[in-house]
């Protein structure tokens, strides 16, 4: 009696690991035709993109850019789909535990698969019409429409964009995919229900597991968007020296997130008054001082005549810090090269950094700012008057900035063209 009963209970694991798994891979076919469609919608978009905007020298000269730019963002696109999917994954791991619950789940799939997708084509096409506006993008600019005037904003968007036509062609969207969504899920009912029973009695704990483990896997990658030790993130989208290319690697919704980022940061930064200014110079200099940069600036020294007849080449080179105790050492080779100049030319050794970290150093003399979130937020068009690139704009010089790290770090790529666009203009 007791073999039976272990012979039966066995029996049974076994009949209800098959049925589940067989749930469990009608479940997956179906989020996988959803995932299919979302990153192929967002990659049509930035093929249409590039097909708008590139010129015949772009397309010519720089075919391995262009392959990589497409293949970044078919990761960036596939890291979105896998993250809005998610949660209707889970849900549907839990679903398919009884007949009832997954009946639920295959009713709920279509409406939910169909907002789903309303929200990434709304914003792909939202980021498409602000593509052709501002030939980038969405970026923190965007979120004027909640800090300016928002009625001026919205007036201007109904004047200049589609918008009833827009909301008309997303309502026949969602209806269009919540049929397309509805179709597709009884589809796999059917094909799969031929081959119930036999599935089920095939099925084997090992296989259910081992599948649920590859298709864990292949989501997890897909979230992360990398194999590697990080995941996909906003430096990943600098690929090439074009600024066209790099601005279609993100998708829309990537590109929203790092808008957001950046308005978080933006709403912190406080604006500076003349009479913040004038207290702060007057303590610091122990009289009253207005605030002006030429208290900074009133030792000068005479521009010699070579300098004025030929104007030299300036070249300013700032690197990661190194501590000082390293130099103490009677190690020949820790120099090298660098001995000579170290032993001959001018050398300081007795001074502390202002701040300890690249971007608090880069911005405080860039700019003499010490918010570190300034290239990031929304002054990072302003025509600063503390720009140290302003002396040498003004004399015609040309700036050439040179970084071994990525443009898109600190936002950088953005905000140091836009110190030299905004004096030039």
Same mark, same amino acid.
């Given at each position: 009696?007791?073999?039976?009963?272990?012979?039966?209970?066995?029996?049974?694991?076994?009949?209800?690991?098959?049925?589940?798994?067989?749930?469990?891979?009608?479940?997956?076919k179906?989020?996988?035709?959803?995932?299919?469609?979302l990153?192929?919608?967002?990659?049509?978009?930035?093929?249409?993109?590039?097909?708008a905007?590139?010129?015949? +020298?772009?397309?010519?000269?720089y075919?391995?850019?262009?392959?990589?730019?497409?293949?970044?963002? $078919?990761k960036?696109?596939?890291?979105?789909?896998?993250?809005?999917?998610?949660?209707?994954?889970?849900?549907?791991l839990?679903?398919?535990?009884?007949?009832?619950? *997954?009946?639920?789940?295959?009713?709920?799939?279509?409406?939910? $698969?169909?907002?789903?997708?309303?929200v990434?084509i709304?914003?792909?096409?939202?980021?498409?019409?602000?593509?052709?506006?501002? !030939?980038?993008?969405?970026?923190?600019?965007?979120?004027?429409?909640?800090?300016?005037?928002?009625q001026?904003?919205?007036?201007?968007?109904?004047?200049?964009?589609?918008?009833?036509?827009?909301?008309?062609?997303?309502?026949?969207?969602?209806?269009?995919? *919540?049929?397309?969504?509805?179709?597709?899920?009884?589809r796999?009912?059917?094909?799969?229900?031929?081959?119930?029973?036999? @599935?089920?009695?095939?099925?084997?704990?090992?296989?259910?597991?081992?599948?649920?483990?590859?298709?864990?896997?292949? @989501?997890?990658?897909?979230?992360?968007g990398?194999?590697?030790?990080?995941?996909?993130?906003?430096?990943?989208?600098?690929?090439?020296?074009?600024?066209?290319?790099?601005?279609?690697?993100?998708?829309?919704?990537?590109?929203?997130?790092?808008a957001?980022?950046?308005?978080?940061?933006?709403?912190?930064?406080?604006?500076?008054?003349?009479?913040?200014?004038?207290?702060?110079?007057s303590? *610091?200099?122990? $009289?009253?001082? +207005?605030?002006?940069?030429e208290?900074?600036m009133?030792?000068?020294?005479?521009?010699?005549? +070579?300098?004025? $007849?030929?104007?030299?080449?300036v070249?300013?080179?700032?690197? +990661?810090?190194?501590?000082?105790?390293?130099?103490?050492?009677?190690?020949?080779?820790?120099?090298?090269?660098?001995?000579?100049?170290? !032993?001959?030319?001018?050398?300081?050794?007795?001074?502390?950094?202002?701040v300890?970290?690249?971007?608090?150093?880069?911005?405080?003399?860039?700019?003499?700012?010490?918010?570190e979130?300034?290239?990031m937020?929304?002054?990072?068009q302003?025509?600063?008057?503390?720009?140290?690139?302003?002396?040498?704009l003004?004399?015609?010089?040309?700036?050439?900035y040179?970084?071994?790290?990525?443009?898109?770090?600190?936002?950088?790529n953005?905000?140091?063209?836009?110190?030299?666009?905004?004096r030039?203009?």
């Amino acid at each position: 009696m007791s073999f039976d009963f272990q012979f039966i209970a066995i029996a049974k694991f076994l009949y209800y690991t098959g049925i589940m798994f067989d749930r469990y891979t009608k479940m997956i076919k179906t989020i996988l035709g959803v995932w299919l469609l979302l990153v192929i919608l967002q990659t049509a978009s930035r093929i249409y993109l590039f097909t708008a905007y590139t010129t015949p +020298e772009i397309t010519a000269g720089y075919k391995a850019d262009i392959a990589r730019m497409f293949w970044v963002g $078919a990761k960036y696109d596939m890291r979105v789909a896998s993250i809005a999917l998610i949660l209707l994954m889970a849900i549907g791991l839990i679903a398919i535990l009884t007949g009832k619950t *997954y009946k639920l789940w295959l009713k709920a799939f279509p409406p939910l $698969a169909s907002i789903i997708t309303f929200v990434i084509i709304f914003f792909t096409l939202s980021n498409i019409f602000y593509f052709h506006t501002f !030939e980038h993008s969405i970026d923190v600019f965007a979120f004027s429409l909640i800090d300016d005037d928002t009625q001026a904003i919205l007036a201007t968007i109904w004047q200049d964009y589609p918008v009833l036509r827009f909301g008309i062609a997303i309502l026949v969207a969602i209806l269009l995919l *919540y049929w397309l969504y509805r179709r597709w899920s009884q589809r796999i009912e059917r094909q799969s229900a031929m081959n119930h029973v036999s @599935f089920a009695k095939r099925a084997h704990p090992a296989l259910a597991l081992l599948v649920f483990l590859l298709v864990s896997a292949l @989501f997890f990658l897909g979230i992360r968007g990398s194999a590697g030790k990080f995941p996909l993130r906003r430096d990943n989208a600098q690929i090439s020296t074009v600024q066209f290319i790099n601005n279609l690697v993100p998708n829309a919704l990537m590109s929203l997130d790092w808008a957001y980022g950046d308005y978080r940061r933006a709403s912190t930064f406080p604006p500076a008054t003349d009479e913040d200014g004038r207290r702060v110079l007057s303590a *610091y200099f122990a $009289a009253p001082t +207005e605030p002006t940069l030429e208290s900074f600036m009133a030792d000068t020294r005479p521009i010699p005549p +070579e300098a004025q $007849a030929t104007p030299p080449n300036v070249v300013f080179l700032l690197m +990661e810090s190194m501590g000082s105790n390293l130099s103490l050492l009677q190690n020949p080779d820790l120099l090298g090269n660098f001995r000579q100049h170290w !032993e001959e030319d001018f050398v300081f050794t007795r001074f502390l950094s202002e701040v300890s970290g690249t971007i608090g150093a880069v911005n405080r003399l860039l700019i003499w700012s010490a918010d570190e979130n300034i290239s990031m937020s929304r002054a990072q068009q302003t025509d600063f008057a503390s720009n140290m690139l302003k002396p040498y704009l003004d004399a015609g010089y040309k700036v050439v900035y040179i970084t071994s790290g990525s443009g898109s770090w600190r936002n950088l790529n953005v905000f140091v063209p836009n110190m030299e666009i905004g004096r030039a203009s």
